[in-house]
């Protein structure tokens, strides 16, 4: 049976907060924000009410309860509706009388603004993505704000995109974030018309593109792998968790996210294999562990050092690498402020957390390890998605070469 109830976005605020609808059905769940905001202390949380308070002190408790009451009856209508109709009911189609009541589908929603705004918040998407989508959002607000252009979904078009574009480039961002700006406003644009709010398809037009570029990033070589390995840091313990984490990352081929989930019950019997669920996309991946991480594993306890945030890690991975005289010059260059810039680095000064998992791929592929085996550890679907991420010189690749039949 369906049921709904509605809940506050922050129930221990002191500050007026959100309240959602959640309507769940069929082992599915419709997270709606109702637009209504209300302090904690007004609100009855008991599972029977979920409504304001009927206190003076909140004079407009009974109209805000009457359109909860609307919002609820809409959703169960909706429901019936569907299966009366023979229609699987999905969290979009329970959304359309919803949104009918609080107007979201009209007038300042179809403002490309307002409407990514409503999607971000009513959507389920990984915080990672949902963090993407509003630099987008904040972008498009201060282009909205410099040039007065109206921003309705029926206006994006090659225009607008060709003044986008340049307020990015003006930003001096990369080509990179150009085009993942791109990306998202696409993204918005294919669900406004998903919904019925334009029929707007300017944005499918091959000049609406995304500017892409292959970013120029490092790996570690194994024998550089194996210095930092070996570095003697005279009992410094917060060298050490990070040195070793990224050690465990460099053989596994773990994001940070999945390495500070890490746990002994990942580990099998035997202490050969670890299996994880992925946070990103929610694979498992089970993957051999080489004897380093092994003795890495065994010096605490069976589970991996506590980490420090990302940045930290970050921070101390170069400290490490200077350490380790990770020096080899080198150069990278990329598109940023719509020009071709080259700037030069030692090594060590590019290392980040990911350089592990870049390193497990590309050194795993130097090796041999068939593509297909290291794709299902790393996630990749395509092997061409997968060879724009290993990074290798031509003399690596040369030196690859060197056993192949073909040059005997």
């Known amino acids: 049976m369906p049921s709904s109830t509605f809940v506050l976005k922050e129930p221990t605020s002191k500050e007026p907060t959100l309240v959602y609808l959640i309507f769940r059905f069929n082992n599915t769940r419709l997270k709606y924000s109702t637009g209504q905001k209300i302090n904690p202390k007004?609100?009855?949380?008991?599972?029977?009410?979920?409504r304001a308070k009927e206190t003076r002190q909140f004079p407009g408790y009974s109209e805000f309860n009457s359109l909860l009451d609307n919002l609820e009856s809409a959703v169960h209508n909706q429901y019936r509706k569907l299966l009366?109709?023979?229609?699987a009911p999905t969290p979009d189609l329970l959304r359309i009388p919803l949104d009918e009541i609080l107007q979201k589908g009209n007038g300042k929603a179809k403002d490309l603004v307002a409407f990514a705004e409503y999607l971000v918040e009513n959507t389920d998407r990984k915080p990672g993505t949902k963090k993407q989508l509003r630099q987008t959002i904040r972008n498009l607000k201060e282009f909205k704000q410099e040039t007065k252009r109206s921003l309705h979904l029926d206006s994006i078009d090659l225009e607008f995109y060709d003044l986008f574009v340049d307020f990015l480039i003006r930003k001096d961002y990369g080509k990179?974030?150009?085009?993942?700006?791109?990306?998202?406003?696409?993204?918005?644009m294919n669900e406004a018309v998903d919904r019925n709010l334009t029929n707007n398809l300017q944005?499918?037009?091959?000049?609406f593109k995304n500017h892409e570029e292959s970013s120029e990033t490092i790996y570690l070589s194994e024998n550089e792998i194996k210095r930092l390995n070996s570095l003697e840091l005279n009992g410094n313990t917060r060298l050490e968790k990070v040195r070793d984490l990224f050690i465990i990352a460099c053989y596994t081929g773990l994001r940070f996210s999945d390495l500070i989930e890490l746990r002994m019950e990942n580990i099998n019997k035997q202490?050969?294999?670890?299996?994880?669920r992925t946070k990103k996309t929610g694979e498992i991946v089970i993957i051999p562990l080489r004897n380093h991480v092994k003795d890495i594993l065994n010096r605490y306890k069976g589970e991996p050092p506590k980490a420090f945030s990302n940045q930290k890690m970050n921070e101390y991975l170069k400290e490490l690498g200077q350490l380790a005289d990770i020096s080899e010059d080198v150069v990278i260059t990329g598109t940023k402020g719509g020009v071709r810039k080259s700037e030069a680095f030692k090594k060590w000064e590019l290392?980040?957390?990911?350089?592990?998992?870049?390193?497990?791929?590309?050194n795993a592929y130097l090796a041999n390890v068939p593509t297909i085996s290291i794709m299902k550890i790393t996630g990749h679907k395509t092997e061409k998605s997968f060879l724009k991420y290993i990074k290798i010189s031509q003399e690596d690749n040369a030196n690859k070469l060197l056993n192949h039949p073909f040059f005997k």
């Not at 007004?42 to 979920?50: E, I, L, R, S, T």
């Not at 009366?84 to 229609?87: Q, T, V, Y």
């Not at 202490?271 to 994880?276: C, D, P, R, T, Y």
């Open 42 to 50: 007004f609100w009855n949380p008991k599972k029977d009410k979920q």
């Open 84 to 87: 009366n109709d023979r229609l």
């Open 176 to 188: 990179n974030t150009v085009g993942t700006a791109i990306k998202n406003i696409k993204v918005f």
């Open 203 to 207: 944005y499918k037009n091959r000049r």
């Open 271 to 276: 202490g050969s294999l670890v299996k994880i």
């Open 351 to 362: 290392i980040t957390t990911h350089t592990a998992r870049r390193s497990f791929a590309t």
